[in-house]
């Protein structure tokens, strides 16, 4: 993790167990479609949860739950998503 700026030990730490929650009822719930995106905040940070569902196989299989920095958009009101920073905090394959 030394290379891994935007985020803190700490802040990882936290958003992990948020994360859990999250990972749990989208694996529960295939309502819910093949993705789901839910913004989190700690301590004044915003970070972006990613659930995704690669097979939408009944009960969820092949599933991955990553955590994304955000960044505010130019008029400062909205975040917006940093694809190119990442983390994969949970995998379940059916293998």
Do not use: H, V
């Amino acid at each position: 993790m030394s290379d891994i700026n935007w985020i803190s030990k700490e802040e990882l730490k936290t958003a992990n167990n948020q994360a859990k929650k999250i990972y749990k009822d989208f694996c529960e719930d295939d309502s819910q479609g093949e993705q789901s995106w839910n913004e989190i905040e700690i301590e004044g940070n915003y970070f972006d949860i990613e659930c995704f569902d690669d097979d939408m196989g009944k009960p969820r299989t092949d599933t991955y739950c990553s955590i994304y920095a955000t960044y505010p958009t130019q008029c400062g009101t909205w975040r917006e998503t940093d694809g190119t920073k990442f983390i994969r905090l949970f995998t379940n394959t059916n293998d």
